[in-house]
């Protein structure tokens, strides 16, 4: 039986890459009309069958690598871990084949590619959860395919996101916190740790802003080191009636330092959190939450994506995605 010819055969003969083999053949953009030209004569040479178009009942499967930060797995699922189960649960639906690698810190140093990319088995690229600036320039120059980051963006890469309303929704958590009484908050996050975390503490300067309230440097606490590990948050001296965190594990972990030191939550002092997700037996306290509409977040990526690979289009450089505030046992009001 006559082996079939792949876009690598193709990409191989003419010593060019599979991602512009496969751009030449779906008519996209970046493919001079000469290289175009060589592409489909040499394809049809080698007798490659192109598959059915958009519009016909075959429907194209496409393989889209994801890749996460080993330092946002530790030892217990996290948040983003919870975002690629969504991804592998939906991308089915999508005619979508998920490859999964963990992006280890000694890669990220060495600016090398995923083995998935390097081999050419995917056609597009998730990255969940943010990396280092320089590594996800290098992606962004090297990979050869389409690239989007979920839950997070890069100012000065022109990568599409999808990513949560972290501004507002810090936003209306401490407007939350405002109405049940509460006048001396405080935020904890490590400033400039992540994209996501420092828009959090801007939506929580709003907050306090629109209702005559200092923003104190003092109760702006770091929960984090810059590899990503939450813990030894420095209490204030002069204790706020509430800390807004920006993420439930932080929450958890303050609660936990909270006891410890005597003070009962939410009785002396209530916490509020963010994302709503914790691996369950972290906190004794059930942590007053803003929920991230993770579904809808990984939905529109998937879209985006499947329209980048297809047909070189994307309905949006950015797009937020907003999501719900959820009352649990953290806040009392004053």
């Known amino acids: 039986m006559r082996k079939s010819v792949r876009l690598a055969d193709i990409a191989e003969r003419l010593e060019v890459s599979t991602v512009t083999v496969s751009n030449a053949l779906a008519g996209q953009k970046g493919v001079s009309d000469e290289l175009r030209d060589k592409i489909k004569k040499t394809a049809q040479e080698m007798g490659y069958r192109v598959k059915a178009e958009q519009g016909t009942d075959e429907k194209k499967i496409l393989n889209i690598g994801v890749i996460i930060s080993e330092m946002y797995l530790g030892d217990y699922p996290s948040y983003y871990w919870k975002v690629y189960q969504e991804l592998s649960l939906l991308a089915g639906s999508y005619h979508c084949i998920i490859l999964f690698e963990i992006l280890r810190?000694?890669?990220?140093?060495?600016?090398?590619?995923?083995?998935?990319?390097?081999?050419?088995?995917?056609?597009?690229?998730?990255?969940?959860?943010?990396?280092?600036?320089?590594?996800?320039?290098?992606?962004?120059?090297?990979?050869?395919?389409?690239?989007?980051?979920?839950?997070?963006?890069?100012?000065?890469?022109?990568?599409?996101?999808?990513?949560?309303?972290?501004?507002?929704?810090?936003?209306?958590?401490?407007?939350?916190?405002?109405?049940?009484?509460?006048?001396?908050?405080?935020?904890?996050?490590?400033?400039?740790?992540?994209?996501?975390?420092?828009?959090?503490?801007?939506?929580?300067?709003?907050?306090?802003?629109?209702?005559?309230?200092?923003?104190?440097?003092?109760?702006?606490?770091?929960?984090?080191?810059?590899?990503?590990?939450?813990?030894?948050?420095?209490?204030?001296?002069?204790?706020?009636?509430?800390?807004?965190?920006?993420?439930?594990?932080?929450?958890?972990?303050?609660?936990?330092?909270?006891?410890?030191?005597?003070?009962?939550?939410?009785?002396?002092?209530?916490?509020?959190?963010?994302?709503?997700?914790?691996?369950?037996?972290?906190?004794d306290v059930r942590i007053t939450s803003y929920q991230v509409d993770v579904r809808e977040m990984v939905r529109s990526g998937i879209k985006s994506m499947a329209s980048q690979i297809l047909y070189g289009k994307i309905p949006s450089d950015l797009r937020f995605v907003s999501g719900r505030l959820v009352e649990k046992d953290s806040v009392s009001a004053v």
């Open 105 to 283: 810190h000694e890669m990220e140093q060495s600016k090398a590619l995923p083995l998935f990319v390097r081999e050419n088995k995917v056609q597009g690229l998730f990255v969940i959860g943010e990396a280092s600036s320089d590594y996800l320039e290098f992606l962004y120059q090297k990979a050869g395919i389409p690239i989007m980051f979920l839950d997070f963006m890069k100012r000065d890469i022109p990568v599409p996101a999808v990513v949560a309303d972290n501004f507002y929704g810090m936003y209306k958590m401490v407007n939350y916190l405002i109405k049940k009484g509460h006048a001396q908050i405080a935020y904890v996050g490590t400033l400039g740790a992540s994209s996501s975390i420092t828009d959090r503490y801007f939506g929580y300067c709003k907050a306090l802003m629109e209702h005559g309230i200092e923003v104190r440097k003092d109760w702006v606490l770091g929960d984090r080191d810059m590899d990503g590990q939450v813990g030894n948050i420095r209490l204030p001296e002069d204790m706020p009636t509430a800390f807004a965190c920006n993420s439930d594990l932080t929450a958890a972990e303050l609660i936990g330092q909270l006891e410890r030191q005597g003070y009962k939550v939410p009785e002396d002092i209530s916490v509020a959190g963010f994302d709503n997700y914790l691996f369950e037996g972290l906190c």
